[in-house]
Nanobody, 118 residues
Framework: QVQLVESGGGSVQAGGSLRLSCTAP????????MHWYRQAAGKQREWISF???????SYAGSLKGRFSISKDKAKDTVYLQMNSLKPEDTAMYYC????????????WGQGTQVTVSS
């Protein structure tokens, strides 16, 4: 397996912004989709957004307007821009590749922590 490189997390005050990055070598050439999830302490994992191989994107309704997903095919990297952050956005954020068997079974990641203080 190949490790997803997730970065960009950190601590920020409410109202601030962060941009998370997720690098998955080969995910562009294998036409994988990329999903972002988050899990707050003591809560279930929550789906945030995805972007498909052809660039189609979708968001959880509660986050649309504050979060934006994009990708750089040349870098095999997907970004999650998070604006107007709230304390309830505090969570571990994960990216996952979806699609073919290769896409689903090649990568693993540890996530990146986002902490928003009031």
């Amino acid at each position: 397996q190949v490790q997803l490189v997730e970065s960009g997390g950190g601590s920020v005050q409410a109202g601030g912004s962060l941009r998370l990055s997720c690098t998955a070598p080969g995910f562009t050439s294998h036409s994988c989709d990329m999903h972002w999830y988050r899990q707050a302490a003591g809560k279930q994992r929550e789906w945030i957004s995805f972007i498909t191989s052809d660039g189609t994107s979708s968001y959880a309704g509660s986050l649309k307007g504050r979060f934006s997903i994009s990708k750089d095919k040349a870098k095999d990297t997907v970004y999650l821009q998070m604006n107007s952050l709230k304390p309830e956005d505090t969570a571990m954020y994960y990216c996952e590749t979806h699609g073919s068997t290769w896409c689903r079974e090649t990568f693993w990641g540890q996530g990146t922590q986002v902490t928003v203080s009031s």
